[in-house]
């Protein structure tokens, strides 16, 4: 197939490779940047392509393109929340004047508040140990251990407030 013909080709299927990107994406822009990278892709790899079935290579560019992107959001979204729920965790504690002291047992105080079965392994997540390590420890799951310390964390982050 001759470059003319291979760009003829494209321009004929321009309208149906539109459409099909907004069947994926549903969103104009998200679409047309799809099918801009899907045509980009296509003539940087013309050599590679199946030129007897042009339009099934394309769609199949433009659907890998959409799954590859959507894996890459997932994965952005999941960083995001580890990052989030791991800073929840982490207390500045600083003791430059006497009111941080005071705010630091502030803190134990409300940590020794918890449950039992939130502050053992909470603190020990504190201390620095692993989940795996904790729920050997505790003979619990190690599922478990993880709920119980988002649990403490969470109500910990709610009761101290004022010291975020």
Same mark, same amino acid.
């Given at each position: 197939m001759t470059?003319? #013909?291979f760009n003829n080709t494209i321009v004929n299927l321009e309208e149906q490779l539109k459409v099909y &990107?907004?069947?994926l994406t549903s969103n104009r822009e998200d @679409?047309?940047?799809l099918f801009q990278e899907t045509v980009l892709? &296509?003539?940087v790899n013309k050599t590679k392509l199946n030129h007897n079935?042009?339009?099934a290579w394309l769609y199949t560019i433009m659907k890998n393109l959409f799954i590859n992107a959507y894996r890459k959001k997932i994965k952005q979204r999941e960083w995001i929340a580890q990052e989030t729920n791991s800073n929840l965790g982490k207390v500045?504690?600083?003791f430059e004047n006497p009111h941080s002291q005071h705010n630091y047992k502030d803190i134990l105080k409300k940590l #020794?508040?918890?449950d039992d079965y939130l502050k053992g392994p909470f603190k020990m997540f504190l201390e620095g140990f692993k989940y795996k390590e904790i729920a050997e420890h505790s003979k619990l799951p190690i599922g478990t251990i993880k @709920?119980?310390?988002f649990q403490g964390r969470k109500i910990l982050t709610e009761q101290l407030v004022d010291y975020a």
């Open positions: 470059t003319i #013909e &990107a907004y069947k @679409s047309l940047d892709k &296509a003539f079935n042009l339009k500045n504690v600083s #020794e508040c918890l @709920s119980r310390i």
